[in-house]
């Protein structure tokens, strides 16, 4: 099955507000946790990542909740841009196993 | 800083053809990765190498063999490419989990057509 669920295949939002890219994931010994930012025709970047020793982790307008019994973790935007527009993918494994699972991507419209 | 570099960047191939794509990476990271990209469906790793010589089979190895003759290069090989086929495919690396939190840098990726 798929390790890594993203509910969302786009969202929209206006500039200016906040959204929330949510992720799923089933294998509770995943201990590292990311997005990545993929513009059209480019290849996936970082956006964010964070061990599963905190339950959040900021950097400027992003911030990423891990919450570990929910087996979720989520991307907060805030003060969204038109540059924002893009596809989320998160991502999870675990330390010791380099495999690595992403999910299948939020597209995300940011409108002016 | 470094860069991962792909070729062919447009592959157009024939069914039942063998198809060679390579990766170069100059960061020096040990680890490095094949994924396919279809459209609706994400990422998803085929292979993947953690050291010069290892290969290690992802969930979508089947019909895909792969090669590490160096540190710096991972090559993979559609052994019978599918009538039909459309897809991208990204090769990653990474320095070793242990260090670091993981984080890869991708190629630009190499866009499979089979005819």
């Known amino acids: 099955g798929q390790q890594v669920k993203q509910s969302s295949p786009s969202l929209t939002v206006q500039e200016g507000g906040i959204l929330i890219l949510n992720c799923d994931y089933e294998?509770?010994?995943?201990?590292?946790f990311a997005w990545y930012k993929k513009y059209p025709d480019n290849s996936p970047t970082l956006l964010i990542s964070?061990?599963?020793?905190?339950d959040k982790r900021e950097d400027g307008r992003f911030t990423v909740f891990l919450n570990k019994s929910g087996k979720h973790f989520s991307l907060h935007i805030t003060a969204s841009q038109p540059e924002d527009t893009a596809v989320y993918l998160c991502?999870?494994?675990?330390?010791?196993?380099?495999?690595?699972?992403f999910g299948k991507g939020t597209s995300l419209t940011v409108i002016p | 800083g470094g860069i991962i570099t792909q070729t062919p960047k447009f592959l157009i191939g024939q069914e039942g053809q063998k198809l060679t794509l390579k990766c170069q990476q100059n960061f020096n990271h040990d680890t490095m990765y094949w994924y396919r990209q279809d459209s609706g469906k994400g990422l998803r790793l085929i292979y993947y190498?953690?050291?010069?010589?290892?290969?290690q089979k992802g969930d979508l190895s089947e019909g895909y063999d792969a090669s590490r003759e160096k540190k710096s290069s991972f090559s993979l090989t559609v052994t019978s490419a599918q009538k039909n086929e459309m897809a991208v495919f990204l090769c990653?690396?990474?320095?070793?989990?242990?260090?670091?939190?993981?984080?890869?840098?991708f190629g630009p990726g190499t866009r499979l057509t089979v005819l």
């Open positions: 990653a690396s990474s320095i070793n989990w242990g260090v670091n939190y993981a984080e890869q840098f």
């Open positions: 190498s953690i050291t010069e010589n290892d290969l």
């Open positions: 991502a999870a494994g675990y330390t010791g196993y380099q495999n690595f699972y």
């Open positions: 964070v061990r599963s020793n905190v």
């Open positions: 294998n509770d010994m995943f201990d590292y």
